[in-house]
């Protein structure tokens, strides 16, 4: 009796286990927020192309050359194991950190970078332009 109480929430508990990684570590959701499951405002993490994150600092603000290399070496043989911070403000993505693994990614010639996406307003981005 004691065994049969016990077993029947351990499968349920292993089943929603499994689906809840695969969630988060598979393919990224349609839109932001509308998937993560928190009413739109966790971060999610998410591929995405170079060529859609703006990085208006990126001017303003040189990296250094022998960090972006080891970084090069790093993510070649072990791939990007900590995601860069980007904004999204109306569908726009903004990075205004990560910046040696940005460049990494660009001189690796890597299509897309992995990112934590949080959504913010105007007034945010206004805020990180300061
Ligand atoms: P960035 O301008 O990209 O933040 P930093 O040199 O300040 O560059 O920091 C590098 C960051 O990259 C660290 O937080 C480190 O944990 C992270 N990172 C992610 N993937 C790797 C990797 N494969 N090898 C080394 N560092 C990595």
Redesign the pocket.
């Known amino acids: 009796m004691a065994n049969f109480v016990l077993q029947v929430p351990s499968i349920r508990l292993r089943s929603f286990t499994v689906s809840a990684s695969s969630s988060s570590n598979g393919a990224p959701p349609g839109g932001l927020g509308s998937s993560s499951g928190g009413g739109g405002g966790g971060p999610v993490i998410v591929e995405l192309p170079l060529d859609k994150i703006r990085r208006p600092l990126m001017r303003t603000r040189s990296?250094d050359a022998s960090?972006v290399q080891q970084?090069m070496d790093?993510?070649s043989e072990?791939?990007?194991?900590?995601p860069?911070d980007v904004l999204e403000v109306d569908g726009v993505y903004y990075g205004f950190?990560?910046?040696?693994?940005?460049e990494a990614h660009q001189r690796l010639g890597l299509p897309t970078i992995r990112c934590k996406v949080r959504r913010g307003t105007k007034e945010t981005l206004r805020h990180h332009l300061r």
């Open positions: 990296n960090k970084l790093s993510i072990i791939g990007l194991q900590v860069i950190s990560g910046c040696h693994r940005y």
